[in-house]
């Protein structure tokens, strides 16, 4: 045999019920405090059945995560992609500052190796090569 069924004034007192929540709101939790406060034993399906009380419980859990209809509404296909998009160029951007660490480490490792060569001017490392010259300076 099925649930009961829910009058008018039982869904207004629920979706009142709902609306005054605080925490976090689950279909359980729902179930067990309509049960406690109003004294109405029932499931989610019941629940669920029920477009006001469906609709406030979806409201109202966006609500406490803090994504309001509102926002949802206002995100774009751009919005998404654009988010996308940094994120990938921030992957990228780490990627490269860790080669760039990488390479700085083994340029000081070659430096300090090539030190200890005697009679090796360091100076002769780093001096500009002719295809260089050529292209002038780099920006």
């Given at each position: 045999?099925?649930?009961p069924?829910?009058?008018?004034?039982?869904?207004?007192?629920?979706e009142?019920?709902?609306?005054?929540?605080?925490?976090?709101?689950?279909?359980?939790?729902?179930?067990?405090?309509?049960?406690?406060?109003?004294?109405?034993?029932?499931?989610?399906?019941?629940?669920?059945?029920?477009?006001g009380i469906?609709?406030?419980?979806?409201?109202r859990?966006?609500?406490?995560r803090?994504?309001?209809?509102?926002?949802?509404?206002?995100?774009t296909?751009?919005?998404?992609?654009?988010?996308?998009?940094?994120?990938?160029?921030?992957?990228d951007?780490?990627?490269?500052?860790e080669?760039?660490?990488?390479?700085?480490?083994?340029?000081?490792?070659?430096?300090?190796?090539?030190?200890?060569?005697?009679?090796?001017?360091?100076?002769?490392?780093?001096?500009e090569?002719?295809?260089?010259?050529?292209?002038?300076?780099?920006?």
């Amino acid at each position: 045999m099925g649930s009961p069924s829910i009058t008018t004034q039982d869904q207004r007192r629920i979706e009142r019920l709902i609306a005054d929540w605080k925490g976090a709101l689950r279909w359980e939790l729902l179930t067990k405090a309509v049960e406690l406060q109003l004294g109405i034993k029932t499931t989610r399906q019941t629940l669920c059945t029920y477009t006001g009380i469906y609709t406030k419980y979806k409201k109202r859990k966006s609500d406490l995560r803090g994504v309001t209809p509102e926002v949802v509404s206002s995100i774009t296909r751009s919005d998404v992609t654009a988010q996308e998009r940094i994120a990938r160029l921030e992957r990228d951007v780490r990627d490269l500052e860790e080669k760039n660490a990488q390479q700085l480490r083994m340029i000081d490792r070659m430096l300090a190796n090539a030190s200890s060569i005697p009679n090796l001017d360091l100076r002769v490392l780093v001096k500009e090569r002719p295809e260089e010259l050529k292209r002038g300076p780099r920006a």
